[in-house]
């Protein structure tokens, strides 16, 4: 489904991110995972077709990525809630934009509030919610457009442990539910493992160093596994390493 | 805890106004009786037109300050390189009273309507121009992305961003500005007009006509206290966001 092949992209004269090849199937999951300011939010955005590559190219479904891809949802770090419109008319922003009809609308969206279980925070206003409950709102905006592809920029990174958890099997479900696919960046070992098939590792300096797969990917219960621990364990001597080569 | 509080704070002042009127007994003040009979009698004869004028100057001014502050600040917010030409020349004048290019503006524009006008029209444009630039910048470039990502073109973009994000310091910056203008259109009215609210009070005071002069004095405060009234209308329609935000604060 994604195909990045030798990607490098600029701000101005500074590279952010270069030589990244990465190839994701349909129905996969992956997880991006380094320091901060390594360059995994640039490569999220020029996947979502925001930032233009200097070098290289990104096809979706064999065609290149230009703007916007209609089938694709992105989550951004702080949710990218609008705080002057209420839960209801944020999630419903992404419909009106593309002109679906108020019936239409009524329904979809009612029905993912429903499953998101924030139906009753409908009127609420964004500065009015929790951390976990702007992350529901902020999934349910992405899911009323129903993409086939999910970017998500560190979106658990600000919610306690308990939460977190909770939302992220909530993920996996909706994951198995739709057909998605995710491509998701993260700072936190766990998360990358407990969300991602394919573990990609970025070096600070703006690369992929290393791809991991991860055969325990799907299973729920997968944090009360030893493989789990001792996978998380090998991730973090990579990340380590990094730091005492370069 | 008090519902009107509008009507509440009128009385008080009334109260203050009656107490003064009692104690301090010069013709200067005169009783609010006596001044609201006035004021209803004057409405009939011509106060009316003379707050027309006024109410006249004031809005066109404010729609030219609109249209123009409003384009110009957005154009600025979004494009740093024009902003860094042209904001340091702004901030410059920005502070100047503006009222003292009245006289300039007197040979320039004429002594008549239009003069006063532009002058108004500064002081608003100055104040709006720059707190749109400013509300503009303040937006994260999440909310660019997070819009962009969802395929918005930009007449959407400007009615569920742009619009929504600068509006309530809009209506802010129009509060502090409209204050400043009616003063400062008390006192251009003053020049070479016979009519206009300033006039009317500044000539009852030269005829020592005190209860015709509060009269005027009670309209210009209304005048001042329905253009509030009027903001606040729209901000409770269309920045409830805000009150709400401000409702998180520690002090209440
Ligand atoms: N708009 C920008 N202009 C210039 N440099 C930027 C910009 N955004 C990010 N950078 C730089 O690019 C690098 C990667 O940033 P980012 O992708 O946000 O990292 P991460 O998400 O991994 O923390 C950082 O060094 C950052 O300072
Ligand atoms: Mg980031």
């Given at each position: 489904?994604?195909?990045v092949?030798?990607?490098?992209?600029?701000y101005?004269?500074?590279?952010?991110?270069?030589?990244?090849?990465?190839?994701?199937?349909?129905?996969?999951t992956?997880?991006?995972?380094?320091?901060s300011g390594?360059?995994k939010?640039t490569?999220l955005?020029?996947?979502?077709g925001?930032?233009?590559?200097?070098?290289g190219?990104?096809?979706?479904?064999?065609?290149?990525?230009?703007?916007?891809r209609?089938?694709t949802?992105?989550?951004?770090?702080?949710?990218?809630?609008?705080?002057?419109?209420?839960v209801?008319?944020n999630v419903?922003l992404g419909l009106k934009?593309r002109k679906v009809?108020?019936?239409?609308?009524?329904?979809?969206?009612?029905?993912i509030?429903?499953?998101?279980n924030?139906?009753r925070l409908r009127d609420?206003y964004?500065?009015?919610?929790?951390g976990?409950?702007?992350?529901r709102?902020a999934?349910a905006?992405t899911l009323?457009?129903?993409?086939?592809?999910?970017?998500?920029?560190e979106?658990f990174?600000?919610?306690?442990a308990l939460t977190?958890e909770?939302?992220?099997?909530?993920?996996?479900?909706i994951?198995n539910?739709?057909n998605?696919?995710i491509?998701?960046?993260?700072?936190?070992?766990?998360?990358?493992?407990?969300?991602?098939?394919?573990?990609?590792?970025?070096?600070?300096k703006?690369?992929?160093?290393?791809?991991?797969?991860n055969?325990?990917?799907?299973?729920l219960s997968?944090?009360q596994?030893?493989d789990?621990?001792s996978m998380?364990n090998d991730?973090?001597?990579i990340?380590?390493?990094?730091d005492?080569?370069? | 805890?008090?519902?009107?509080k509008?009507?509440?704070?009128?009385?008080?002042?009334?109260?203050?106004w009656?107490?003064?009127?009692?104690?301090?007994?010069?013709k200067?003040?005169?009783?609010p009786?006596e001044t609201?009979?006035?004021f209803f009698?004057?409405l009939?004869?011509?106060l009316?037109k003379?707050?027309?004028?006024?109410?006249?100057?004031?809005?066109l001014?404010?729609?030219?300050?609109l249209?123009?502050?409003?384009?110009?600040?957005i154009?600025l917010?979004?494009?740093?390189?024009?902003?860094e030409?042209?904001?340091p020349?702004?901030?410059l004048?920005?502070?100047?009273?503006?009222?003292?290019?009245l006289?300039?503006?007197m040979v320039i524009?004429?002594?008549g309507n239009?003069?006063?006008?532009?002058?108004?029209t500064?002081i608003?444009?100055f104040?709006?121009?720059v707190t749109?630039k400013?509300?503009?910048?303040?937006?994260?470039?999440?909310h660019f992305?997070?819009?962009?990502?969802?395929?918005?073109?930009?007449?959407?973009?400007?009615?569920?961003?742009?619009i929504?994000?600068i509006?309530?310091?809009?209506?802010?910056?129009?509060?502090i500005?409209?204050?400043?203008?009616i003063?400062?259109?008390f006192f251009?009215e003053?020049?070479?007009?016979?009519?206009?609210?300033g006039?009317f009070?500044?000539?009852?005071?030269i005829r020592?006509?005190?209860?015709q002069?509060?009269?005027?004095?009670?309209?210009?405060s209304?005048?001042?206290?329905?253009?509030?009234?009027s903001?606040d209308?729209?901000?409770n329609?269309?920045?409830k966001w805000?009150t709400?935000?401000k409702n998180?604060?520690?002090f209440?």
């Amino acid at each position: 489904m994604i195909n990045v092949d030798n990607l490098k992209i600029k701000y101005n004269d500074y590279t952010a991110i270069k030589d990244i090849n990465l190839k994701l199937n349909k129905n996969e999951t992956c997880s991006i995972i380094g320091p901060s300011g390594c360059g995994k939010s640039t490569l999220l955005y020029s996947l979502a077709g925001i930032l233009k590559p200097s070098e290289g190219t990104i096809k979706i479904n064999n065609s290149y990525v230009k703007s916007n891809r209609k089938k694709t949802g992105l989550i951004l770090q702080n949710y990218g809630l609008f705080p002057w419109k209420t839960v209801w008319e944020n999630v419903i922003l992404g419909l009106k934009l593309r002109k679906v009809n108020k019936k239409e609308i009524e329904i979809k969206a009612t029905s993912i509030l429903k499953k998101l279980n924030i139906i009753r925070l409908r009127d609420k206003y964004p500065s009015q919610l929790s951390g976990g409950q702007s992350q529901r709102v902020a999934i349910a905006r992405t899911l009323t457009t129903e993409p086939d592809l999910l970017l998500m920029d560190e979106p658990f990174s600000s919610l306690d442990a308990l939460t977190r958890e909770d939302i992220q099997r909530f993920l996996l479900e909706i994951y198995n539910e739709n057909n998605l696919t995710i491509c998701l960046v993260t700072h936190n070992i766990e998360e990358a493992v407990f969300l991602g098939r394919k573990i990609y590792i970025m070096s600070y300096k703006g690369s992929i160093k290393k791809i991991i797969k991860n055969p325990h990917f799907g299973d729920l219960s997968l944090r009360q596994r030893k493989d789990f621990h001792s996978m998380c364990n090998d991730i973090r001597m990579i990340l380590k390493e990094g730091d005492t080569n370069d | 805890m008090i519902k009107n509080k509008t009507l509440y704070s009128s009385i008080i002042v009334i109260i203050i106004w009656y107490l003064l009127y009692l104690f301090i007994d010069i013709k200067v003040i005169p009783s609010p009786i006596e001044t609201i009979t006035e004021f209803f009698e004057l409405l009939k004869a011509d106060l009316l037109k003379h707050l027309a004028y006024s109410i006249f100057r004031i809005f066109l001014a404010l729609i030219i300050s609109l249209t123009l502050g409003i384009s110009l600040g957005i154009f600025l917010g979004l494009n740093r390189k024009y902003d860094e030409i042209i904001s340091p020349i702004i901030y410059l004048l920005y502070p100047i009273p503006k009222i003292s290019f009245l006289p300039v503006l007197m040979v320039i524009f004429g002594l008549g309507n239009l003069s006063k006008i532009i002058l108004i029209t500064l002081i608003i444009l100055f104040q709006i121009l720059v707190t749109t630039k400013d509300s503009i910048k303040e937006l994260k470039k999440e909310h660019f992305y997070s819009i962009n990502s969802m395929g918005a073109n930009n007449i959407q973009i400007y009615k569920h961003l742009i619009i929504p994000a600068i509006l309530p310091k809009l209506l802010t910056a129009l509060r502090i500005s409209i204050a400043t203008s009616i003063a400062v259109l008390f006192f251009a009215e003053n020049f070479a007009t016979t009519y206009g609210i300033g006039y009317f009070i500044m000539d009852s005071w030269i005829r020592v006509n005190y209860p015709q002069m509060f009269s005027g004095i009670l309209a210009i405060s209304l005048l001042g206290l329905f253009i509030y009234k009027s903001i606040d209308l729209i901000e409770n329609k269309y920045c409830k966001w805000i009150t709400l935000e401000k409702n998180n604060r520690y002090f209440t």
